[in-house]
């Protein structure tokens, strides 16, 4: 196994709703990212995946858990400290427009971490602002445009060159496909494989696309309402997703080649509210599999194999 670059322990985030009520959007997630690595996080909209990234990228800190950056505890750093470790963890963003500054030229807008992070001179700026061009495949002139002048799928390049500017570790893509043209996804997507390679980067790439996720991810892990439900390799999604909400989501998936004689199957009833998290396990009332235990126990998160675990019942021993 690849060295650990990325680990949390126990992630949990709760805010306070102006009634008073209390809102648990992250509930005891445990995640690893190892070395040249894709950990790609689905789910659907509401079951946290967004805390989780401001909590890795420390733009929040956990209520309850422990993050660790190569071993060493980063959960409780601040000033200085957490700045200088905020280098090693850069993010994309979703929207590559609302990303940019609207009065800030392209190159100008990708070299902005060196100023921040670094004391470069004038020459090395340019040049550093050449190299990420020419890494994510732009005219080196485009560094003279504004973003907003650009199309998505070059905005987002401009998005991918600024995180990589500082050489992070780990680059964390929140949605970072989902505003594109599915032609210019498949391009973007070949791009950040590419760069991974040559540079051993880890990635986590969030989505609410399964069968997007599991194209690139090494290890897929699916949350609902919070929590982690299951957690297997990307390369095993479709033959072997065991947790009910998981081959819902499989389910769900348009193919070309599926039979569209057989009707689709449907998850009855809506999700939970966050706000009252139900006693037992949080899928039971949506799952076709539900059992008397499944509405008092919370079923643990546990290995069916070495790579495979799944939180749900059906798995106990």
Request: charged letters at 25%.
């Amino acid at each position: 196994m690849s060295e650990t670059i990325l680990k949390g322990r126990g992630l949990t985030r709760r805010y306070t709703t102006d009634a008073g009520q209390t809102l648990t959007a992250c509930r005891n997630v445990d995640i690893s990212l190892h070395r040249g690595r894709t950990l790609g996080i689905v789910g659907e909209s509401g079951c946290g995946k967004s805390t989780l990234l401001r909590m890795l990228t420390q733009l929040e800190k956990p209520d309850e858990g422990q993050l660790f950056y190569r071993g060493q505890e980063i959960t409780a750093l601040k000033g200085q400290a957490l700045r200088k470790n905020r280098r090693h963890i850069q993010m994309v963003f979703q929207d590559p427009t609302a990303a940019f500054f609207p009065r800030m030229k392209a190159g100008e807008a990708i070299t902005e971490p060196l100023k921040n992070f670094e004391k470069l001179s004038a020459r090395q700026l340019r040049e550093k602002q050449a190299e990420l061009m020419r890494l994510v495949q732009l005219p080196e002139d485009f560094a003279e445009r504004f973003p907003h002048s650009m199309s998505g799928g070059q905005r987002q390049r401009l998005g991918i060159a600024r995180a990589l500017a500082l050489d992070p570790a780990v680059l964390v893509c929140d949605e970072a496909t989902s505003a594109l043209d599915v032609s210019v996804q498949e391009k973007v997507i070949a791009l950040l494989v590419e760069i991974q390679r040559q540079r051993q980067l880890s990635m986590i790439f969030v989505c609410h696309d399964l069968a997007l996720v599991q194209s690139l991810s090494h290890q897929v892990m699916v949350m609902y309402l919070g929590g982690v439900v299951e957690s297997l390799p990307g390369n095993e999604v479709w033959k072997r997703a065991s947790h009910p909400y998981s081959k819902a989501l499989l389910n769900s998936i348009f193919a070309i080649d599926m039979d569209f004689e057989k009707p689709l199957a449907t998850l009855k009833g809506e999700v939970p509210s966050p706000l009252n998290l139900p006693k037992g396990c949080t899928f039971h009332a949506r799952c076709p599999h539900y059992m008397e235990r499944c509405g008092d126990d919370q079923p643990a998160l546990r290995y069916i194999t070495p790579h495979h675990q799944v939180a749900c019942h059906l798995f106990d021993e």
